[in-house]
């Protein structure tokens, strides 16, 4: 039995680098959420930063305080002090996708039925609410069938979707952030690779990512009001000093009689945020700290559903850089003092002006960086021979990279994207394909890279069981939706044309399967994958 180790320390050099990321990469996603909903779809500032921020606020602080007691607990346990707690934080896609389809469109729908914009955000602010709730019990259940999740799925399936997420929507979308400014937001992912990755020793120690946020903000702040960042500086507003705290209510309640259109979005992301926290738990378990899937995700849900309560609109969910954060040095108190900073912020308001003094551009290096290092991960945790598995898992989250960006109201309508979504003079129109492709992204690469895994075994049969299963979830639009808010559906509910798009989708999967259980007639299963591996 290990032994605990003489002295467990409470803060690390490494836990102030992982702080300063982990802080970071919130702040980015709240930032987006903000200029999405105020710049975007005009929603009072007010209620964003007095009503939403604290809610949200808090179920990262509860995330972070529970994951940093399991990370001590598990560094007494093992004997070693090298431990790194789960970073806990706002889940990009998702808080993106509520912003852009849920809460901004249902803030215009309310405005449009005649009431005021006051109005309208706060019934805007209450359907938000539901949705968390909602999402936050359906994790709650989920959260059992991690561990036999983990156990089926191979290793590349779980780690491959991981990083097709990390590499084209936590490291691409920022990396557009940077190069809007390229000056101020080059220089500092410049030194957040120097440091990070190359190793490089900067003045008095100071941590990388601190030198690139100050470096950032100085170019920024110095170079903007002198022309020399074009229309990359905007110069802020009158800056406000709000304090509000997340008082439990039942706004939800009332959100729910509103919510019920938006399920087929709601349900996918809080499914979807447990099949990641399933991959970034083996993510960590690759770099070496062995944490219970099912309290992991338990934690997650449970702060997802006490900031639903009191207020937040974005779902927590464990980060997917916890190997960066080692990597940073970062051990067992950097979770909470982000939990501390975020959760104390969004109370006592100085978050929000964070929020509005700091332009993405300073904030989005540390994303690109923690992408780069999860993108390496995956195949450096990933058997050589699995590489393809693990490649051929990119191509969904880049569908969806790409439906998100052509989606955006700023470049087409939601009424122009519908109609080149249906438009084709032969076949299924190439939008078409982009979207039902980058619908349930995180599943259908797991899918990919695991029957590519039993391939790659000659495990065929097991292959063509994996995409069976494939061809079930197509049909119910658990993956490959045809909807363009990626919901789930009974195919024979659908109008015909949406219905082929089903079926071919389906199809495709079944033949494949077919062809695969042929072929397994004649053909002997060349290795035996190691067990770390099979499924």
Not at 383 to 396: G, I, K
């Amino acid at each position: 039995m290990a032994s605990a180790p003489r002295r467990l320390r409470w803060l690390t050099a490494g836990d102030i680098n992982g702080f300063l990321g982990l802080v970071v990469d919130n702040l980015s996603i709240m930032a987006f959420i903000a200029m999405a909903l105020v710049g975007l779809f005009g929603f009072p500032a007010d209620l964003v930063y007095t009503r939403m921020f604290p809610g949200t606020a808090l179920g990262v602080l509860i995330g972070n305080l529970a994951y940093t007691l399991m990370a001590r607990r598990l560094a007494r346990q093992s004997g070693r002090d090298d431990v790194t707690a789960m970073p806990l934080g706002l889940d990009a896609p998702s808080s993106i996708g509520l912003a852009l389809l849920l809460l901004g469109p249902a803030f215009l729908h309310f405005k449009q039925t005649g009431l005021s914009a006051d109005a309208a955000a706060l019934l805007t602010w209450h359907t938000g609410m539901a949705a968390m709730v909602l999402m936050g019990l359906l994790k709650l259940v989920l959260a059992f069938a991690g561990p036999w999740v983990q156990r089926k799925v191979p290793r590349a399936g779980l780690l491959g979707s991981i990083a097709g997420i990390a590499l084209v929507l936590m490291g691409f979308l920022p990396l557009l952030e940077i190069m809007k400014v390229p000056v101020v937001g080059f220089t500092g992912l410049g030194i957040v690779l120097y440091a990070l990755v190359a190793r490089g020793k900067l003045p008095f120690g100071l941590p990388g990512v601190l030198v690139a946020f100050l470096v950032g903000t100085l170019l920024y702040y110095v170079l903007g009001p002198l022309g020399w960042l074009g229309s990359g500086y905007q110069p802020h507003a009158a800056l406000q000093w709000r304090l509000a705290l997340p008082w439990p209510s039942l706004g939800w309640w009332e959100g729910m009689t509103h919510v019920g259109p938006y399920l087929p979005l709601v349900l996918p992301f809080g499914l979807l945020v447990v099949v990641g926290g399933i991959n970034v738990n083996e993510s960590a378990r690759a770099s070496g700290d062995e944490y219970s899937t099912r309290d992991i995700l338990l934690v997650e849900a449970v702060a997802t559903l006490i900031a639903g309560i009191c207020g937040g609109v974005a779902q927590t969910t464990p980060y997917i850089g916890q190997p960066s954060y080692k990597a940073m040095g970062a051990r067992t108190s950097y979770t909470l003092i982000t939990g501390l900073i975020i959760g104390l912020g969004g109370m006592l308001g100085y978050l929000s002006t964070i929020v509005e003094l700091l332009p993405l551009s300073v904030l989005a290096p540390i994303l690109v960086f923690v992408a780069i290092g999860i993108t390496t991960q995956s195949f450096e945790a990933t058997p050589s021979r699995y590489a393809a598995a693990v490649v051929f898992s990119f191509f969904p989250p880049i569908a969806r990279m790409l439906t998100l960006k052509l989606s955006d109201p700023t470049y087409l309508s939601p009424e122009h994207f519908a109609q080149l979504f249906h438009a084709a003079n032969g076949g299924i129109a190439e939008l078409a394909v982009v979207t039902v492709l980058g619908n349930g992204f995180i599943i259908t690469s797991m899918i990919w890279a695991s029957f590519v895994v039993a391939m790659i075994d000659g495990r065929l049969g097991r292959a063509a069981l994996i995409l069976l299963l494939g061809a079930v979830l197509t049909a119910c639009g658990i993956i490959h939706s045809v909807l363009l808010s990626g919901g789930v559906y009974l195919p024979w509910h659908l109008p015909v044309d949406m219905r082929s798009m089903v079926w071919q989708f389906s199809g495709a999967y079944l033949t494949l399967a077919v062809v695969l259980l042929l072929l397994s007639l004649r053909r002997e299963p060349r290795a035996d994958p190691s067990p770390a591996d099979a499924i």
